[in-house]
């Protein structure tokens, strides 16, 4: 045993310290099983100054840490390379809500908590943490902040990034910088939590967080609208805007394509529109705080007059809580269906809200021209100018055609989608998966202003070493 | 002339290069007249290329630089020191708005460009931009960003960073970084405009930002309640919040002491109700994207269950554009009061919200008990726990003993704040001000922190020396 994996071994017991590999294994592989890792150890710390403890004996060996949530993500970020000398330190067992307090409407909690323990907990005080996305029953909020989650209330509520006031973290020499504070105004120095925010645990090891909480709305009201084309969703999308304001906290689109595949796939599904109906389909959500009438009166109306302006040509409102559950599960078991029929090339891009009609048109297109065989299965967050702009094949081409044109097809899209201001990792983070097709698109400076900080707080390169940068 | 001055000409134009005192002296005082600095220059270039001569310039003759916009700060962060080696950027010049995006819901504007002329920009296009303060009609949107302001509606809308997308920053070596993205997900890396928001130009100069707007609410309702005590004012706002959820736009306080001093200073303004009614005011607005009727029976419903409970003894509704604006004036006129009575020692400080009432009974009382002349002037903004928390003299004691025990209230009211979790700068930012001060409040861990940023990003101390850290 090296003097190394003693130390760990007495900062948080022998119990805590995993070396075999059946004990290992689990927190090797990502969930998507695209990336296999190796490690000294896998290490669960219990408290902050086990965190610490253990973070002050790695940096000490020179050794790298992989911090590790949920294990529910989607590039890679929590996955050791294969090199074997890393230490991955998972933070599933620091799971305490520490705090709530709901006159300042926050919450303070340890990054192991599971994402729905915290819903939950909000609920509890007739309080929303309105941070939401399908691994929400898996992944950990540590997880959700160092990747800035996003999900399906963004448009309201804004991203994790802005769902947190204050942070606690295990910095890479094992200092600890108690940054837990819960203010919605401090201008008393540089803004530190937002540099470990969405770093990928590669500045550091987030152990808390103070969370903003927001009222609880009493009332949803959910619709489902056949549409003739996402030039017509994004025009419904800024005409909902206008008479629903904070009160729109969804506007999700989908493909007719998408619905084809859900029908399929998962027959269990009802449809209470047939995928004929209308290239593209658009689930919106108004929240009101009681007005169940008032939340019903507004939807008409807008859907109303979407019908007589021809930006709709069906719709169907959920008259009951467990309609609108069916129409959520429809949008959310779209990747499942997907991933059913064998899955797709994937990018989760975004762009300004204004170019999504006319990128998704110009880029179909391109590719096209390009794959005769290629099938596009768009959905995603309008409202945040947020795809999933993914890529199957026709009947009649085997699925393998589209995974084996991989980088070719990412050779059309990404430049498309750089060349229109936008992104081409939205709310998956870079991890390994996108880690050197970013480069492609950040410009020296950015790429060097980013160096620089990893460099101040990382001067090692210990923390989460191949991912992002 | 040196060599330095002669680039800058060459950068800028001749008539851009202020060096008469005449010409310089509106740049290097402070709008309070606290700070009075010295420069080589005041340099105004007209572009984001001539800002990046200049800095270049500066940089290769290690001149240091003071970035400054409408000059309207209250820290004296944009004030050079006595030195006179410094070189003063105003970014006055560039005031383009170089985009508008309706269908994005953004717009594009240089540095320049003041408060009011953004917001009316976004207000011809039928949208909001919601920073809202009381310099709005001389400060530029590179100092509000520079010094993450916040302002009357950050209860619904956020302090300047949460409505910033994008930024160009000419870095202190003089590359320039366009980071002007319009995205409102984007996890491609470290998120490096938040190092710029807030920073006070000690990173970096800010020469445009792509903002974020917002539904333009048609309809607006606002009151002002007579409140029984402070705690009663946080359990009023926890009610507005759960009732009115988003539609509550504005949340302010402001104690007995404030209207009478408003009614002594300012008689032209009349008081809807008397200071004697109560010893706390609320001054509550709701939003509504179009429902007259929804906001004026929300509003009335609100106020009659808090009459009813106890939690106000009287309350009036604005029933006219005219009787709102007049509630509104009376609320922004306590500054103008209190400068007009001769001043007073100010704090600008933030809690959470849940501590505000408790930490104003008990440090208005362990002031009272040390300096029995203390006069507290108690106002801000309750719903982002952000209290202006100024102290004059009772009757009878000269102003004058108050600005002589200015050191001794701070060392009151201070450590009161920051046990309580509290900022001892809540919106008005360091600057040479609170400097020192901060130093004292803030962890060995954190201010480390700050130094390693500073250094990675500005490794010759050239910009704004002697600010924020």
Same mark, same amino acid.
């Given at each position: 045993?090296?003097?190394?994996? @003693? @130390?760990?071994?007495?900062?948080?017991?022998?119990?805590?310290?995993?070396?075999?590999?059946?004990?290992?294994?689990?927190?090797?592989?990502?969930?998507?099983?695209?990336?296999?890792?190796?490690?000294?150890?896998?290490?669960?710390?219990?408290?902050?100054?086990?965190?610490?403890?253990? =973070?002050?004996?790695?940096?000490?060996?020179?050794?790298?840490?992989?911090?590790?949530?949920?294990?529910?993500?989607?590039?890679?970020?929590?996955?050791? +390379?294969?090199?074997?000398?890393?230490?991955?330190?998972?933070?599933?067992?620091?799971?305490?809500?520490?705090?709530?307090?709901?006159?300042?409407?926050?919450?303070?909690?340890?990054?192991?908590?599971?994402?729905?323990?915290?819903?939950?907990?909000?609920?509890?005080?007739?309080?929303?943490?309105?941070?939401?996305?399908?691994?929400?029953?898996?992944?950990?909020?540590?997880?959700?902040?160092?990747?800035?989650?996003?999900?399906?209330?963004?448009?309201?509520?804004?991203?994790?990034?802005?769902?947190?006031?204050?942070?606690?973290?295990?910095?890479?020499?094992?200092?600890?910088?108690?940054?837990?504070?819960?203010?919605?105004?401090?201008?008393?120095?540089?803004?530190?939590?937002?540099?470990?925010?969405?770093?990928?645990?590669?500045?550091?090891?987030?152990?808390?967080?103070?969370?903003?909480?927001?009222?609880?709305?009493? =009332?949803?009201?959910?619709?489902?609208?056949?549409?003739?084309?996402?030039?017509?969703?994004?025009?419904?999308?800024?005409?909902?805007?206008?008479?629903?304001?904070?009160?729109?906290?969804?506007?999700?689109?989908?493909?007719? =394509?998408?619905l084809r595949s859900v029908a399929r796939e998962l027959p269990q599904q009802r449809l209470p529109l047939a995928p004929d109906t209308a290239p593209?389909?658009?689930?919106?959500?108004?929240? +009101?705080?009681? +007005?169940?009438?008032?939340?019903?009166?507004?939807?008409?109306?807008?859907?109303?007059?979407?019908?007589?302006?021809?930006?709709?040509?069906?719709?169907?409102?959920?008259?009951?809580?467990?309609?609108?559950?069916?129409?959520?599960?429809?949008?959310?078991?779209?990747?499942?269906?997907?991933?059913?029929?064998?899955?797709?090339?994937?990018? +989760?891009?975004?762009?300004?809200?204004?170019?999504?009609?006319?990128?998704?048109?110009?880029?179909?297109?391109?590719?096209?021209?390009?794959?005769?065989?290629?099938?596009?299965?768009?959905?995603?967050?309008?409202?945040?100018?947020?795809?999933?702009?993914?890529?199957?094949?026709?009947?009649?081409?085997?699925?393998?055609?589209?995974?084996?044109?991989?980088?070719?097809?990412?050779? =059309?899209?990404?430049?498309?989608?750089?060349?229109?201001?936008?992104?081409?990792?939205?709310?998956?983070?870079?991890?390994?998966?996108?880690?050197?097709?970013?480069?492609?698109?950040?410009?020296?400076?950015?790429?060097?202003?980013?160096?620089?900080?990893?460099?101040?707080?990382?001067?090692?390169?210990?923390?989460?070493?191949?991912?992002?940068?």
């Amino acid at each position: 045993m090296t003097d190394l994996l @003693q @130390q760990l071994r007495t900062a948080v017991g022998s119990a805590n310290v995993l070396t075999e590999a059946a004990d290992t294994a689990p927190y090797l592989t990502d969930w998507r099983k695209r990336y296999h890792g190796r490690a000294q150890a896998v290490v669960r710390p219990g408290s902050t100054a086990e965190v610490a403890a253990v =973070v002050q004996a790695c940096a000490a060996a020179g050794t790298p840490m992989v911090p590790q949530g949920g294990n529910t993500g989607l590039v890679g970020g929590g996955t050791p +390379d294969e090199r074997g000398n890393s230490v991955l330190l998972s933070l599933q067992r620091m799971n305490r809500i520490r705090a709530l307090d709901p006159d300042n409407d926050t919450i303070t909690v340890e990054a192991g908590c599971i994402l729905q323990q915290v819903q939950q907990a909000a609920r509890a005080a007739d309080r929303l943490f309105p941070l939401s996305l399908a691994a929400e029953g898996s992944a950990t909020i540590g997880g959700n902040l160092a990747t800035n989650a996003g999900g399906t209330q963004v448009l309201r509520y804004g991203n994790a990034r802005e769902l947190t006031l204050g942070l606690e973290v295990v910095l890479p020499d094992g200092r600890v910088w108690d940054g837990l504070r819960g203010l919605r105004k401090d201008n008393t120095g540089y803004d530190l939590k937002q540099l470990f925010i969405g770093a990928e645990g590669t500045l550091g090891v987030i152990t808390a967080a103070t969370l903003r909480l927001h009222a609880l709305p009493r =009332v949803q009201r959910t619709a489902l609208a056949a549409l003739p084309s996402l030039q017509a969703a994004t025009a419904l999308l800024n005409q909902a805007r206008a008479a629903a304001s904070a009160t729109l906290t969804a506007f999700e689109v989908m493909s007719d =394509v998408c619905l084809r595949s859900v029908a399929r796939e998962l027959p269990q599904q009802r449809l209470p529109l047939a995928p004929d109906t209308a290239p593209w389909f658009a689930l919106l959500e108004l929240s +009101d705080p009681d +007005d169940e009438a008032r939340a019903s009166a507004l939807l008409e109306r807008l859907l109303g007059a979407a019908l007589e302006e021809g930006l709709a040509v069906d719709a169907v409102i959920a008259q009951s809580l467990a309609e609108a559950q069916a129409l959520w599960r429809l949008r959310e078991s779209i990747p499942e269906a997907q991933a059913k029929a064998g899955g797709n090339v994937k990018h +989760d891009i975004a762009l300004p809200v204004s170019r999504v009609a006319e990128f998704v048109a110009s880029t179909n297109a391109a590719l096209a021209a390009q794959f005769p065989w290629i099938q596009p299965v768009v959905f995603g967050h309008l409202g945040d100018g947020n795809l999933h702009y993914n890529m199957q094949t026709k009947p009649g081409t085997p699925l393998a055609t589209a995974f084996a044109h991989e980088r070719a097809i990412n050779e =059309v899209v990404h430049p498309a989608v750089a060349a229109r201001g936008g992104s081409i990792s939205a709310e998956h983070g870079l991890g390994q998966l996108k880690r050197a097709e970013n480069r492609r698109y950040k410009s020296e400076v950015e790429l060097a202003l980013m160096r620089s900080i990893k460099a101040a707080l990382d001067p090692h390169g210990l923390m989460n070493p191949g991912k992002l940068l």
